[in-house]
Every structure is written in structure tokens, then in C-alpha cells.
């Protein structure tokens, strides 16, 4: 069992910026594909971003180019930097793990990860 615990979570201004972080134990890190997902009160959890084992990455085209995902296998962790934030990125956000990485593809729906955090919370004011 893979734990995934996320941190970096707070309140911020709109236009501001945070970098949320997941952690995950277990020494197969560096062969998960990693996911970004988001739920805001009364929704559905979405997809944010994707990097795959191979560190290929995708996002949902509401973040393009505001938010970056990133790991570092060494410190089995993974990145979402969040610039230039808006009211409606307002949400939990949670880090997941699939568990059989891939080469090319990268999981963008929650039945492809195997492993989920506990969530950070992300309010911006505007």
C-alpha cells in the first residue's frame, strides 16, 4: 500500500501563487505515473495534471500555462505550482498514484490511479 500525503495547501490571493506537494512512501515511486486532481464544494473531483514516468506531462486547459507539475524521484515527491490563481481554482486538491507507470500515456481519470492522498485545501479570495 502506497501512502501519498500532500501539504502546501492554504488561502491566497487571487493572483497569487502556492505549491502544493505530495509525498509517497515506498521505494517504486520513480515508476508510478502521478496525477493532480481538484474538488470544489458540490462537485465532481476533475483532473488537473498528469506526469507520467517518463515525465510527460498534461493538463486541463483551464490551467495551461498557469500550473506546473513536476517530481523529483529522488524525494518520491511530486510538485503542482499554482501562479497566477483565480476564485474558481478554489478547492481540495489531491495527489494520486498509479501504480504501473507509463511511457507515453499520462492518466487523466480517477479509475486509472490505484493510490490517493488525503487531500490539501486551496481557497483563493478575490
Known amino acids: 500500500q502506497v501512502q501519498l500525503v500532500e501539504s502546501g495547501g492554504g488561502l491566497v490571493q487571487a493572483g497569487g501563487s502556492l505549491r502544493l506537494s505530495c509525498v509517497a512512501s515506498g521505494r517504486m515511486f520513480s515508476g508510478y505515473d502521478m496525477g493532480w486532481f481538484r474538488q470544489a464544494p458540490g462537485k465532481e473531483r476533475d483532473f488537473v495534471a498528469a506526469?507520467?514516468?517518463?515525465?510527460?506531462?498534461h493538463y486541463v486547459d483551464s490551467v495551461k500555462g498557469r500550473f506546473t507539475i513536476s517530481r523529483d524521484n529522488a524525494k518520491n515527491t511530486v510538485y503542482l505550482q499554482m501562479n497566477s490563481l483565480k476564485a474558481e481554482d478554489t478547492a481540495v486538491y489531491y495527489c494520486?498514484?498509479?501504480?504501473?507507470?507509463?511511457?507515453?500515456?499520462?492518466?487523466?481519470?480517477?479509475?486509472?490511479?490505484?493510490?490517493w492522498g488525503q487531500g490539501t485545501q486551496v481557497t483563493v479570495s478575490s
Open positions: 506526469i507520467n514516468r517518463n515525465r510527460f506531462t
Open positions: 494520486a498514484a498509479r501504480r504501473d507507470g507509463s511511457l507515453y500515456w499520462t492518466p487523466r481519470t480517477s479509475p486509472e490511479y490505484d493510490y
